[in-house]
């Protein structure tokens, strides 16, 4: 975070010195008063801090990070991304409910209830402006247990978000994002899935495997919805396998969506 303390720094001081011309009495050229130009200057410096950030970008620390299963036979996940790019998949060894690496940092969490391990892991909160010193984004990779039924929570900003799950067991899906642009491969083998998303102006790729049988339903805003009807064809408001009710592996699918583009095949 010394990037952020030096920019707050420099305000204060900033801030400081014209209170002290002010409380002084001395007036500028023109018997302007110094404090005037507090603003004006505060934005010249932002202007400046960003120009540099883009001209002066460093690399961002990369760190690797695990969350243990602690002998659970079920876990809920929940990933609280901000800006920048998440890209998950199958592949954490069998005692591991997740390993991987980020960058940018992150708070991370893991309780056991009964069987069932609940974690969470949330990008670190950082002091606007974070652009000088390289920040350009948060970098997220992760591999998740694909043996132990799996809920998983996603929260994301502008973000790039690569979900492939269709080696995963998850049951239960739901992912929040405003301008972004989000891929998923849904779970091949998992049963019954849940999927909710909710979409703010942003674009959405969703693969349903071969296999698995899907009712969608969406509601939407001027968001353009695209759905394979030769797959699942459409009535009464919903798109249906002619096998769901019959289908060892389907997914109800639910989507809202403000802007942007959905598609579904």
Avoid: C
Avoid at 14 to 40: C, D, E, K, T, Y
Avoid at 133 to 161: C, Y
Avoid at 248 to 265: F, L, M, S, T
């Amino acid at each position: 975070m010394r990037r952020d303390y030096l920019f707050w720094g420099t305000v204060l001081i900033l801030l400081g010195g014209l209170m002290f011309l002010n409380s002084a009495g001395i007036r500028l050229p023109g018997g302007i008063h110094p404090m005037n130009l507090f603003w004006p200057s505060v934005l010249i410096l932002l202007g400046v801090w960003i120009m540099a950030g883009y001209f002066l970008r460093g690399s961002v620390d990369t760190e690797q990070v695990s969350i243990d299963l602690q002998g659970a036979n079920q876990a809920s996940l929940k990933l609280s991304h901000g800006a920048g790019r998440i890209v998950l998949g199958a592949g954490a060894s069998p005692g591991q409910l997740l390993t991987g690496s980020v960058a940018g940092g992150v708070k991370q969490s893991a309780h056991l209830t009964s069987d069932k391990l609940k974690a969470h892991i949330e990008a670190r909160p950082f002091f606007f402006p974070p652009f000088i010193g390289g920040w350009s984004g948060l970098e997220w990779n992760f591999h998740l247990n694909r043996d132990i039924p799996l809920t998983l929570r996603l929260e994301t900003g502008a973000s790039q978000s690569e979900l492939d799950l269709q080696d995963l067991h998850v049951t239960d899906l739901k992912v929040s994002t405003g301008a972004s642009k989000t891929e998923i491969t849904l779970p091949a083998n998992a049963g019954e899935t849940t999927v909710r998303v909710e979409l703010g102006a942003a674009s959405l790729d969703m693969v349903v495997p071969d296999g698995v049988a899907a009712r969608i339903r969406s509601e939407h805003g001027v968001a353009a919805v695209v759905v394979d009807t030769a797959r699942f064809p459409y009535s009464n408001g919903i798109y249906e396998s002619a096998d769901y009710s019959s289908a060892q592996n389907k997914a109800d699918i639910k989507i809202e969506a403000g802007a942007g583009k959905v598609a579904i095949h």
